[in-house]
């Protein structure tokens, strides 16, 4: 078990590499699946079962997907690549690159100065899951559905198309 | 199940974390950025659920269902977002709405 | 009584606040009753306190109001406190009554102007703070009607605002009586913090006996007062204001500029003769620059062309007269020629008034010329003035005003012979140019026809104070002459004469003789060298020296040619190298700090998504490193 942890933890963190150095948008997309099923093996690894089904459904499924449509409305073809050579020189890399490093650096030393227990281990069951969201957590539950609710007449508004414009994304 | 110390998971969050903020900084393409919010909020959700198991509890997962519904929303309206830009710009590039300088 | 003496500074500033508010509204008839009204129940006031004064007086010949404490702090507590002893009845009855006869004229002589309601406000205003001054019985209430009479003359010399020669003027005025202001503040300060007191009875009371004569204190305290008194009654060397004063209206010179303001000063120096008494030599010097400053003003006098200018310094040189009187101890000699003055100078100014309404604003005395028939009220009035300013024997009050000063000078300790025979050469001068003031206005060729008539509001007061010009002298007259003594035994309680009571009647008479004998070879030098033959006095003014003499005379001896180079320049030099206000470069350099600061965050706000995105990040960084720390 410990191995696939390991060896799911290096495939995310690579094609999350690929995703950020990737020129074309298709082709990081697809990266990117790749990386959050990565996670979910590890999910499932850690025992959250459910969590694990509900990242590949909802993340890698729905929000992905999203994405993908996005890009086939907008259309924009061979020009969008040749811009991102154009951005993605290794001077724009320098600055960001020192600033993640550091964060990382900080995140890293913070968890390595404390001792950890042991980890319980044993799989958190979904009955467990859905028992504390209508349970203790079931105002949470009605504020999601209600942020779900804002978005989707966020999206249908925003996404509109305006009454003068001439046709096209 | 996996018996991996706890502190290397969650060292595999702020990988995540780190790789998605570099995105952010150094991408020019609106659409880039939003897919490395995601891999942030990804590697957040990672955060909880590794939390949980380290607990044994529920509570983690829980946090990341809720990190779900609110990366979905996050999502689809800024998707939208993204294609109002278009719409105006006729550009993807990010710099290009800078009218709030100065 | 004594309930009506608040009425008397009163009535002036209700007149005041009437006209402030609502002159704009009311009918040119209705400012013309409020102002003058006002005026004229103050004045009948007075004269009934000064009637009830005169036929039982109260206990110590004085009444005191106190009205409110004004402050109360710990050891400085003055108070509105009016009082009204002989000294304060005599020059509030010529205060309001002199007031009242100018306003009435001015009835007629501002109808035109369109700043009508304005003057009779100022008008007022003036009033009510003079006798405030000469009804204080508080130092600080003094020095308040004080600034309200210098914030008047102000407002009046530069009443034709519209003109900036005119506003110059006020300016200049207000400027040097303010150095003298600033003196008399010093006093006050002095006076004060070493007496303990402000009320003026009780400062002379203590300064009697706590300093000695000619002591430091005394002396200090005495010329200070003293610098203010110089400063309002123009007199060296803060006498150039005057002359240039003559650009407000004349009414304004009559009234402010003749028989009250500048009279300030000298009823300063006789209420605090006590003072003056334990400081030998500033009252030396009080009679040294009277002295001087009449045979000044006399010589200026001379030379001047402008009516007005003749009659300003002529009222320098007769305040000099007061001067001269004060520093030899002869204080009730003073007032009497205060009262005197007051009558004859605005008479003068008045007439001249007429004249200069009446050939369309004109000044200058050689164009004007043959109106003795023209105005022939007008001419009267004008010759019993001059005649009595030039103190024609016998019949003119200017006589016995400025006899009993001369013959007081002449029994003074300190240098009394040479301060008399000043006095005399100019009593000479002063016959000398007033008749050449008549001599070029009235007679000579008929040059302008004036076309004015004058009203009953104009021949009412020229005729009441020609009547006070002739009849006001005999209130005290020399011994050879009646020997009346009704003035200054009125004042006797508050102004003792400090010299001796009996000197011999010969010297007196003598002296009368002599001065009389000056005013009238004034007036026939006068006929001669203006009338009879002018020519006379334009081959001395050919003359290189002649000319020059009349150049500096006509400039008023080069004084304000003097302050300028003395003091304006450098003080214009100083103001332009430091234009750009190196005090003020401290707060300049906040602002522009402040500037520079706000110019550099400025660049942070670049209106990019990942440039803000990059801030949060750092802030993230730091704020872990300082959790972690």
Sequence with gaps: ?169 | MATVPVEHALMLAGILFALGVLGVMVRRNVVFTLMCIEIMLNASGLAFVVAGWRWGQADGQVMFFFILTMAASEVSVGLALVLQLYRHFRTLDVDAADKMRG | ?629
């Design chain 3, 1 to 629: 009584m004594l309930e009506l003496l608040w009425l008397i500074p009163a009535l002036p500033f209700a007149g005041f606040l009437v006209l402030a508010l609502c002159g704009r509204r009311l009918s040119r008839v209705s400012v013309a009753a409020v102002g003058t009204a006002s005026v004229g129940m103050s004045a009948v006031a007075a004269a009934v306190v000064t009637a009830s004064l005169v036929a039982a007086p109260p206990a110590g010949n004085a009444w005191t109001q106190v009205l409110w404490q004004w402050v109360g702090a710990a050891g400085f507590g003055p108070r509105i406190a009016l009082y009204l002893d002989p000294l304060a009845a005599v020059m509030s009855l010529v205060v309001s009554v002199v007031g009242f006869l100018i306003l009435l004229y001015s009835v007629q002589f501002m109808a035109g102007d369109e700043g009508y309601s304005r003057f009779f406000c100022y008008m007022d205003l003036f009033v009510g703070s003079m006798l405030t001054l000469v009804m204080a019985g508080d130092l600080l209430l003094l020095y308040l009607g004080w600034e309200g009479v210098g914030l008047c003359s102000y407002l009046l010399i530069g009443f034709w605002y519209v003109d900036p020669a005119n506003g110059r003027a006020a300016r200049k005025a207000f400027i040097v009586t303010r150095i003298g202001d600033a003196a008399m503040a010093a006093g006050l300060l002095l006076l004060f913090t070493n007496l303990g007191s402000s009320d003026i009875q009780a400062l002379m009371q203590r300064a009697s006996q706590q300093w000695g004569g000619g002591s430091g204190l005394a002396v200090a305290a005495a010329a200070l007062l003293l610098g203010g008194a110089l400063g309002k009654s123009a007199q060296l060397p803060l006498q150039t204001w005057l002359p240039d004063a003559m650009a407000g209206p004349t009414p304004v010179s009559a009234l402010i500029h003749a028989a009250t303001m500048v009279t300030a000063g000298v009823y300063l120096l006789a209420r605090t003769h006590v003072l003056f008494a334990l400081a030998p030599p500033v009252q030396t010097a009080v009679a040294v620059i009277g002295a001087v400053t009449l045979l000044y003003a006399g010589f200026a006098a001379l030379a001047q062309s402008d009516i007005k200018r003749v009659l300003a310094y002529s009222t320098i040189s007769q305040i000099g007269y007061m001067f001269l009187a004060l520093g030899v101890g002869a204080w009730s000699a003073a007032i009497f020629h205060l009262m005197t003055h007051a009558f004859f100078k605005s008479l003068l100014f008045l007439g001249a008034g007429v004249v200069i309404l009446g050939l369309n604003r004109e000044h200058n005395m050689f164009r004007m010329g043959g109106l003795r028939k023209e105005l022939p009220g007008t001419f009267l009035a004008f010759v019993i003035a001059a005649a009595s300013l030039s103190a024609l024997p016998l019949v003119t009050a200017g006589f016995y005003s400025k006899d009993a000063i001369l013959s007081s000078a002449w029994a003074s300790q300190a240098g009394g012979r040479w301060l008399c025979a000043a006095g005399l050469v100019g009593a000479l001068l002063t016959s000398l140019y007033s008749f050449r003031m008549v001599f070029l206005t009235f007679f000579g060729e008929l040059r302008q026809r004036p076309r004015l008539r004058p009203g009953l509001c104009i021949i009412i007061p020229l005729a009441a104070l020609s009547v006070l010009s002739i009849v006001g002298g005999f209130a005290q007259t020399p011994r050879a002459l009646g020997n009346v003594r009704a003035f200054s035994s009125f004042l006797n309680g508050v102004l003792p004469s400090a010299l001796p009571a009996h000197e011999a009647t010969g010297t007196e008479a003598a002296l009368g003789v002599l001065a009389g004998g000056a005013s009238i070879l004034g007036l026939v030098f006068a006929y001669y060298l203006f009338l009879h033959r002018p020519q006379c006095v334009e081959g001395w003014t050919a003359t290189a020296a002649g000319a020059w003499l009349r150049r500096l005379w006509l400039a008023g001896w080069g004084f304000d040619w003097a302050y300028d180079r003395l003091f304006v320049r450098p003080f214009l030099c100083v103001a332009r190298v430091n234009r750009a206000d190196f005090i003020d470069s401290f707060s300049r350099a906040v602002v522009r700090a402040n500037v520079a600061a706000h110019t550099a965050l400025r660049r942070t706000q670049t209106g990019r998504v990942r440039w803000y995105a990059m801030a949060i990040v750092m802030g993230a960084v730091v704020g872990i490193w300082i959790l972690v720390r």
């Design chain 1, 1 to 169: 078990m410990n191995t696939v942890f390991y060896m799911s933890a290096i495939i995310a963190v690579a094609s999350t590499a690929m995703v950020i150095m990737e020129r074309k948008a298709v082709h990081a997309l697809l990266y990117l699946i790749v990386s959050l099923l990565a996670v979910a093996v590890i999910f499932f690894v850690l025992g959250a079962p459910f969590m694990a089904a509900l990242e590949v459904l909802i993340y890698a499924g729905a929000i992905m997907v999203l994405f993908v449509f996005v890009m086939m409305l907008l259309n924009l073809g061979g020009a969008a690549a040749g811009q991102e050579r154009q951005w993605l020189h290794a001077r724009a890399w320098s600055g960001p690159g020192i600033l993640a490093a550091v964060l990382l650096a900080e995140v890293v030393y913070v968890l390595t100065c404390a001792g950890w227990p042991k980890p319980t281990g044993g799989v958190v069951e979904p009955r467990q899951v859905g028992a504390a969201l209508f349970g203790p957590y079931v105002l949470g539950v009605e504020l999601a559905s209600l942020v779900l609710l804002a978005a989707l007449l966020g999206a249908y508004h925003l996404g509109r198309r305006a009454a003068h414009e001439p046709g096209g994304p």
